[in-house]
């Protein structure tokens, strides 16, 4: 099969697409066609080499990925044949309450290979029944971000109508999917963002007000907005470039949760406001199986929708990883087997 391989850490000249052997199905496996797949962060961090991540090269990336079941192992007991299905890629112990907090807690595509390929051999624990009228490219792009952004707005934050949440990095995958749950939980929603573009795709998807960053500070714009009291919940992923004004945008007793630091991990933070303003600061990682079930379901309705910045062929994985690390637009990037594009 024609599958995305990384032939070792670096730039995107690492990437290659081209021939890997046929997946072996295990016996709670299933052999998946993979219809359409999308990039997250996690790929370019994969991709540069995290430390602790110790691959085997070639590695197969990517972590979203949709396709119909083309065969199944023995013992697997939820699927067949035909049935269309996307990947959860999260990897846990599923005997525990929360699997996510299993210390052996790994995500396909990073700690494992991926689905950006043809086909691909995954457990049936990792699949989500997708119905049939649901397009491929949206499919193959909500799972991980709207799993993640779900757990951290309604099981982790503890979201209430009403509240008022700023979300960071709006146009990302992540902040946008967070973009649409804020809104769907009542919640008042404000928005940063770097060009007006992205912004004003941030308003489509539910922010009622939005700041460029590059303009203003988005600190100084959140309390002059909300009459100087600040905002209950902050989103953030973006990291040291942002941790101190997402402190500083919060309201007494205020959350900010957290599930990423693109711009760095390590920031320098604001203890003084965070003990005087009694903050919380949430980490938050993936969802359990019944999160991932209440957030898709949503997106299987309409109600959640990925925006889809582009569509490209495998072959041009290079360049889906240039407009994430660029960040040109807004939503997910999907990347299709050649050969569905044909
Ligand atoms: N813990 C988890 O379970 C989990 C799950 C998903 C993602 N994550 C993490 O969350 C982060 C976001 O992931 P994603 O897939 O949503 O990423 P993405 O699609 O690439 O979006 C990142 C967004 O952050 C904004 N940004 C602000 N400052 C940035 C900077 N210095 N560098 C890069 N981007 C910056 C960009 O918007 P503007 O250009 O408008 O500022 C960009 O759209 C990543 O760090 C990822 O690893 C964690």
């Known amino acids: 099969?024609?599958?995305v391989k990384i032939l070792q850490h670096g730039d995107t000249d690492v990437i290659e697409y081209g021939e890997y052997p046929d997946p072996e199905v295990g016996r709670d496996e299933v052999l998946v066609d993979i219809k359409a797949a999308a990039l997250n962060h996690l790929d370019i961090w994969t991709r540069r080499g995290l430390p602790m991540l110790d691959l085997e090269m070639p590695h197969i990336p990517g972590s979203d990925g949709a396709g119909v079941v083309v065969e199944t192992g023995v013992d697997v007991?939820?699927?067949e044949e035909g049935d269309h299905v996307a990947v959860s890629a999260g990897v846990g112990d599923l005997r525990m309450d929360d699997p996510t907090l299993d210390p052996n807690f790994h995500i396909i595509g990073e700690h494992v290979p991926g689905v950006h390929s043809e086909y691909?051999?995954?457990s049936e624990d990792n699949l989500i029944p997708v119905p049939e009228h649901v397009d491929w490219e949206?499919?193959?792009?909500?799972s991980l971000v709207f799993q993640t952004a779900w757990r951290m707005l309604i099981e982790r934050a503890e979201l209430k109508p009403d509240e008022k949440v700023l979300v960071l990095g709006a146009s990302g995958g992540v902040g946008h999917a967070a973009l649409q749950i804020a809104?769907?939980?009542g919640a008042e929603v404000y928005a940063t963002g770097s060009t007006e573009e992205k912004l004003q795709y941030a308003e489509e998807h539910g922010a009622d007000y939005v700041c460029n960053y590059e303009e203003e500070n988005f600190a100084k714009w959140v309390r002059a907005e909300t009459d100087g009291a600040g905002v209950d919940v902050v989103v953030e992923h973006v990291?040291?470039?942002t941790w101190r004004d997402s402190i500083k945008s919060l309201a007494k007793g205020g959350r900010l949760v957290t599930c990423g630091g693109t711009g760095g991990g390590n920031p320098e933070t604001d203890i003084p406001r965070i003990f005087w303003n009694q903050l919380e600061i949430i980490g938050s990682t993936m969802a359990t199986p019944e999160q991932v079930d209440d957030v898709l379901e949503l997106v299987w309705d309409g109600t959640f929708e990925p925006a889809i910045r582009d569509v490209l062929p495998m072959s041009e994985t290079a360049r889906a990883h240039e407009i994430l690390e660029n960040r040109e637009g807004f939503g997910k990037v999907v990347v299709r087997p050649d050969s569905e594009l044909k």
């Not at 949206?138 to 909500?142: D, I, L, M």
């Open 239 to 241: 990291g040291a470039p």
């Open 138 to 142: 949206v499919a193959g792009s909500c």
């Open 120 to 122: 691909t051999a995954i």
């Open 183 to 185: 809104d769907y939980a």
């Open 77 to 79: 007991t939820r699927f």
């Open 1 to 3: 099969m024609q599958a």
